[in-house]
């Protein structure tokens, strides 16, 4: 199970940390991933970090700005936003996925865990 939480309203320029809490399993066995939804919109890849934290891939609109990073020993993966804008609202879901290859996340099928979202909004 996982839960996303540290979601909340912040203004443009400004910064949040989503955090994704897993019971049950120890993310050391997967990828993990943060996904985004904005309303009106697909849900689009916005994160991935390989199992052990050494490779990660980011989507081109939140490269430079947004950092994956996770925390085995907690069993907690992380996703720190800075510079937010306000095109960057959406609710933010944490994914899991078991499959070799991290890269396999960002497509979102075949993840076998899907969080509960948590709402980010940045005003302009």
């Known amino acids: 199970q996982l839960q996303a939480f540290g979601g909340g309203l912040v203004q443009d320029g400004g910064s949040l940390r989503l955090s994704c809490a897993a019971s049950?399993?120890?993310?050391?066995?997967?990828?993990m991933g943060w996904f985004r939804q904005a309303p009106g919109k697909e849900r689009e890849f916005v994160a991935a970090?390989?199992?052990?934290?050494?490779?990660?891939d980011y989507a081109d609109p939140v490269k430079g700005r947004f950092t994956i990073f996770r925390d085995n020993a907690k069993n907690t993966v992380y996703l720190q936003m800075n510079s937010l804008k306000p095109e960057d609202t959406a609710v933010y879901y944490c994914?899991?996925?078991?499959?070799?290859?991290?890269?396999?996340?960002?497509?979102?099928?075949?993840?076998?865990?899907w969080g509960k979202g948590s709402q980010v909004t940045v005003s302009s």
């Open positions: 049950g399993r120890p993310i050391s066995g997967f990828t």
């Open positions: 970090s390989s199992r052990g934290g050494g490779s990660t």
């Open positions: 994914a899991a996925d078991s499959r070799g290859n991290y890269l396999a996340i960002k497509g979102g099928f075949g993840v076998d865990y």
